[in-house]
Every structure is written in structure tokens, then in C-alpha cells.
């Protein structure tokens, strides 16, 4: 990592987390990078303390869903995260397998990171988008949000320091934060704190603040003790008889395991439900080797780099997602078990959602009730998730192969029919979903102004794009080949569309008086009118569609009820 440059007011990092912020920030995981990264480019003070000594070396998720990936171009730096993980021409499969090794039973073939930014921009309908997934290690991810947090002007990142105890008042917030590796203790005061320290968060357990929803879901696979283990085969390629892929799951009666491909040369992320007769505590270098060849059919040279256990079968919310100055974000806030890969994607729109609403208090643009539609518009979406990725979990640890699956015999032919069958089906349920992917909305939200119209119908594998407020905006790719993403102003846009589009002065004018950047960005071609529906949008700077109407004559009522004035 780069040396972190001196903050504005000259202090150095090597001198520990600075006394005052505007906002700290505790976990330097996706969300509090993100957050960090968010606040630092609206120029808030923030202090982030991780009590790692960096970012992750082997984090669990694998795939940043295309909306993650708009954010990240948002930001100018999807194409640095889009060039990282596999080599650019890796197959992004998803593959069933009885074994590695052995029977190929279903595939979902999905673009390579060299083709993912041409083939976006012949898509439409579900995938109008201005950036496809992309399948990429979250170690490789966290290395980006690092740096560019650490760019943000203003922004202190401490690795290696643990918060230890807090309190919050009227006024403020104060940390007692520490060297992880022992050393005195100082104290860190901020206006505001975002508790983004993971699953088990000690602010959401000092708030009294409970996960809801389910625990504990047993399956034979995807629902209990699961044994992961990071390792290097550089052999396995030259032995696999199939295309590679970047996901690979096996079913046999013997062993179930995902397994997903980190580097495309040797490095792999294993996974593997523990059956009931194994106890985790008794599994040692050996142990695992002899799993992870039973999920490959074949013994080969393998160097464990990491090992670790984790639970699969949460589906869990907080009950609150903010408690006066402190705010719950990512899996503090919410717990998935991983099938359609969406805890991290989540945590980064929580991230997403709140810097701006917090910089605009903190900046005196919105009156502070701004901050209560961070609870109202991420809640329900981390009930919606967490329910897709369930689905997914029965739909794949549920599934039994037959006994014969892997005989040499008709019924095992049969057998292995039926489960591809069973897979292609699977496969495309899971990694094909748009609809979760940009189809989450803020309905009923007070940074929302309806406006009557009904919003589509929600879908894990359908998106109907649609400028009803309180949704993503409809993309579309511009004449001179840019997105009309890439044409949004940094914080609110106002669009005019269509040849007759009214002036929109009077959002301007109203953003003035209220001290929030705006650009007006015209274009007159009638499609994009079509798309929206309506003459003048107006975007938030989450890139949520706030109004739509057809002049601009209430601007100052909508961008009062818009900033919480
Ligand atoms: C096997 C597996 C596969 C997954 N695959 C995917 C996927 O493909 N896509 C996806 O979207 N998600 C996936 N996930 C989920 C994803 O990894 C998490 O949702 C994500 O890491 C959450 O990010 P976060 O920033 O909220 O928390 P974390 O990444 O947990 O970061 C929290 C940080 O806070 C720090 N911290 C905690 N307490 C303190 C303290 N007191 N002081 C200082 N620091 C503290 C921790 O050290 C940690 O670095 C997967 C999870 C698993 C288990």
C-alpha cells in the first residue's frame, strides 16, 4: 500500500487516528471503504479505524453485481476493479460437476472480463446497464477502496487499531480506540459513527439493537458448519478435463463444495458443508487436503494458505438500522448466507445511501430528518435480499443427488440427466438477476416525492426499467458513446429530455438557496424522454430517480421535502 498522505490539517497517519472527524467510522471492510471513500470526495472530515493489520487477505465474496459496479464507475474506478482477479479471458462460467474431476453435469456460460464492456453496451430490456457483474475476489476489491480512500482528501484510515468502547450523546460521538497490537488507548471524537465492524458488531450489540429474521436453517448443503479453505493447485488446470469456469460446484454423496477460481491460474476459494460426523476442531492440513480432493476426484500437490470455519443458513436484519448519532451498515446490519452473492453488494449501497444524506447535514444542506430514510429505505431492501439469497439456498442445498449419480451405469446416466437439468435451471435463478440487481426501490420514502404512478413489479430475474421515482434511473448509452450515467453531475442532476423540455430554473434555483450542487444536463432526443416518461427527472446523488414531473413548478416544495426541510 502506497504511503498515506497527510490530511488537510497536516495530520500524519503514522501518528495514529487524528482527536476530531466529523465522522468515524469503524470497519474497514467494503462498507466503511466505501463510506470513507463517499464522505471523502464531499469533503467530510472522517476517521476510519480497522483493527486488522490491512485489508483482508482471504474475505469471502466473489462477484460485485452490476449495480456495485455502477457505483464504482460513478467513483472512475470500475475499469481498475474490472481489470483485477481472473486473466481477462477466463470463462466466468458457473459449472455442476459430480467431481471436478470427473462428470461435467450443467453449465451457465457467462462473458469474460474483456468482453463484459463491449457486450453491455448491445444489451437492453433487463440488462439496459452501464456495467455487467463482475466475478472478482473481494481481497483484490478491498485493495482498490483502500486506495482510494485513502486518495480522499480528508479521509484517515488507521489499519491495525480497535475500537474499544464508545458513547453518543446529543453532541456527538466519542471512541476509545487502540493499537490492535497493544499500546495506549486515545480517544477519537466525531459528529457522527458508522458501525460498519461486521457480523459481529459490538455497536449493534451495545445499542441492544437485535438481528430479526432466521438462523440456524439447516441443509445438506448451504445450511450449517461450513469448512473454508483458501489454497494453490498449480496443477489442477493441466489435470481438469473440462473448460475451466468460475464457479464450480460439486455434488456427490460423499462431498459438497464450491469451489471458485481466484487468480485463473492456481489460487481457489474452497468451500464445504461439514457433515454431521465431522467436528471442525479435529480437521487439520491433512483432513482438509483429503477434502478437497474428494471434491476434485483426484489427488494432485496442494499448499493450504488459509483455513477457516463459518455458518451458513443466516437471514437476518437488524431490527434498526440507526439509533440517534450511530448508524448500522453492511453485515452489522444485515446477514446473508451467500448464494447469489449479494451480502457485499448490499453493504456497499448501504454505504452508498448514507454518505450522502450524512454530508448533506453535516454541511447544513438538509435538516437532520434527512438521516431517518437511511432506516426506511435500506431496511426494506435488506429484508428483500436476504429473502432472495434464502431462495437460493433451498433451491441449491435442498437439491439431493441421486446415490447412483456417479455409477457407470444407465441410472447413473440418469441420475447425472436429471441434476443437470436440475442445475441449468438452478444456475440461471441464481446468477441471473437483474432484477435484484437494480431493481430495489425506496417507495414510501420521505427523500422521495411520488408520484402516483405504480412501479414495476418486483423480480429476481426481470428488470423493467422505469423512471417511477424512487428507483434506479433507466440507463441508456448516449450518441457519443458515453452512459447517461457518466453525464450525472457528482451529487443531484436535473435532466431536461425531449425537444420541448421546460428550463428547470426554478430546481436550480432552489438547490441555490439550499446550498447542494446541481448540474442540468439537456437531451433533446425523444427516446430518452420516452424512457423516462417525463420531461424533467431530477437524480439524487445515489443515482435514485427523487421527482419526475412535467415543469418546475414546485421545485421548491420538492426540493424542501427532497433535503428534509
Ligand atoms: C463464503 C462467503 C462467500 C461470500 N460471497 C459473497 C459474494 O460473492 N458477494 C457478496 O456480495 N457477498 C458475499 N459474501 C458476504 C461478504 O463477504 C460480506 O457481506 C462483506 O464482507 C460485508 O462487508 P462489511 O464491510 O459489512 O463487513 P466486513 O467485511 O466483515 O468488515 C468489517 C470490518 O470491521 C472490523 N472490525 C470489527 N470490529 C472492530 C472493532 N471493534 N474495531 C475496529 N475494527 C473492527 C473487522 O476486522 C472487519 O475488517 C460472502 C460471504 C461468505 C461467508
Not at 465522522?23 to 472530515?45: F, K, N, S, T, Y
Not at 464450480?248 to 489460487?267: I, K, L, S, T
Request: charged share 25%; aromatic share 8%.
Amino acid at each position: 500500500m502506497p504511503p498515506h498522505p497527510p490530511a488537510r490539517d497536516g495530520h500524519r497517519p503514522d501518528d495514529g487516528p487524528p482527536a476530531l472527524a466529523e465522522v468515524a467510522i469503524v470497519g474497514g471492510g467494503p462498507c466503511g471503504l466505501m463510506a470513507a471513500i463517499e464522505l471523502g470526495r464531499r469533503g467530510i472530515r472522517v476517521t476510519l479505524v480497522d483493527d486488522k493489520p490491512d485489508t483482508a487477505v482471504n474475505p469471502q465474496a466473489n462477484a460485485t453485481q452490476a449495480r456495485t459496479m455502477e457505483h464504482f464507475r460513478r467513483l472512475g474506478f470500475a475499469h481498475e476493479v474490472r481489470a483485477l482477479g481472473l486473466p481477462p479471458d477466463f470463462p466466468t462460467d458457473i459449472a455442476y460437476f459430480t467431481r471436478f474431476g470427473t462428470h461435467e453435469l450443467a453449465r451457465f456460460s457467462l462473458p469474460s472480463s474483456r468482453q463484459a464492456p463491449d457486450l453491455i453496451r448491445r444489451l437492453d430490456g433487463d440488462w439496459s446497464a452501464a456495467e455487467l457483474p463482475h466475478r472478482v475476489s473481494q481481497k483484490f476489491v478491498e485493495r482498490v477502496l483502500r486506495r482510494q480512500t485513502q486518495a480522499a482528501p480528508g479521509v484517515s484510515v488507521h489499519y491495525g487499531w480497535r475500537m474499544q468502547s464508545w458513547r453518543a450523546n446529543d453532541h456527538g460521538v466519542r471512541l476509545s480506540v487502540a493499537p490492535s497490537a497493544g499500546g495506549a488507548p486515545r480517544e477519537l471524537r466525531a459528529q457522527y459513527l458508522i458501525a460498519a465492524d461486521g457480523p459481529r458488531s459490538t455497536v449493534r450489540r451495545d445499542l441492544g439493537i437485535a438481528y430479526r429474521g432466521e438462523t440456524g436453517i439447516v441443509r445438506d448443503f448451504m445450511g450449517g458448519r461450513m469448512h473454508a479453505i483458501y489454497l494453490r493447485a498449480p496443477q489442477a488446470y493441466a489435470r481438469w478435463p473440462h473448460r475451466p469456469a468460475w464457479m464450480n460446484v460439486c455434488f456427490n454423496p460423499q462431498r459438497r463444495a464450491f469451489m471458485v477460481a481466484v487468480d485463473g491460474r492456481e489460487e481457489f476459494a474452497f468451500h464445504t458443508q461439514l457433515r454431521a460426523d465431522e467436528d471442525e476442531s479435529s480437521i487439520d492440513d491433512a483432513r482438509a487436503k483429503a477434502m478437497v480432493h474428494a471434491a476434485f476426484g483426484f489427488t494432485q500437490p496442494l499448499e493450504i494458505l488459509s483455513r477457516a470455519s463459518w455458518t451458513a443458513g443466516h437471514c437476518l436484519v437488524a431490527e434498526r438500522l440507526s439509533e440517534g448519532r450511530v448508524f448500522l451498515g453492511g453485515d452489522a446490519a444485515h446477514l446473508f448466507t451467500p448464494t447469489g452473492g449479494l451480502g457485499y453488494n448490499t453493504a456497499i449501497e448501504d454505504a452508498v445511501n448514507l454518505a450522502w444524506k450524512l454530508a448533506a447535514v453535516l454541511r447544513g444542506q438538509a435538516g437532520r430528518a434527512l438521516l431517518q430514510t437511511y432506516h426506511a429505505e435500506r431496511h426494506p431492501v435488506a429484508v428483500r435480499n436476504t429473502g432472495y439469497a434464502r431462495g437460493f439456498a433451498d433451491s441449491l442445498g435442498l437439491f439431493t443427488p441421486d446415490p447412483a449419480i456417479e455409477a457407470d451405469t444407465e441410472a447413473g446416466r440418469h441420475a447425472r440427466e436429471a441434476a443437470g437439468a436440475y442445475f441449468d435451471r438452478h444456475a440461471r435463478a441464481e446468477f441471473n438477476i437483474p432484477g435484484i440487481t437494480f431493481g430495489g426501490r425506496y417507495d414510501g420514502s420521505a427523500a422521495i416525492v411520488p408520484d402516483g404512478t405504480q412501479p414495476p413489479p418486483d423480480s429476481a430475474a426481470r428488470y423493467q426499467p422505469s423512471a417511477c421515482p424512487g428507483g434506479r434511473p433507466p440507463h441508456a448509452w448516449l450518441v457519443d458513446g458515453r452512459s447517461l450515467y457518466d453525464d450525472f453531475g457528482p451529487d443531484w442532476t436535473l435532466l431536461r429530455l425531449g425537444p420541448r423540455a421546460p428550463g428547470g430554473g426554478g430546481f436550480v434555483a432552489a438547490a441555490a438557496r439550499h446550498g447542494v450542487a446541481m448540474v442540468v444536463r439537456a437531451h433533446a432526443a425523444p427516446d430518452l424522454e420516452q424512457r423516462y416518461d417525463a420531461p424533467l427527472v431530477l437524480i439524487r446523488p445515489d443515482q435514485v430517480v427523487a421527482w419526475r414531473g412535467g415543469d418546475d413548478t414546485r421545485a421548491d416544495a420538492v426540493m424542501a421535502r427532497l433535503l428534509a426541510r
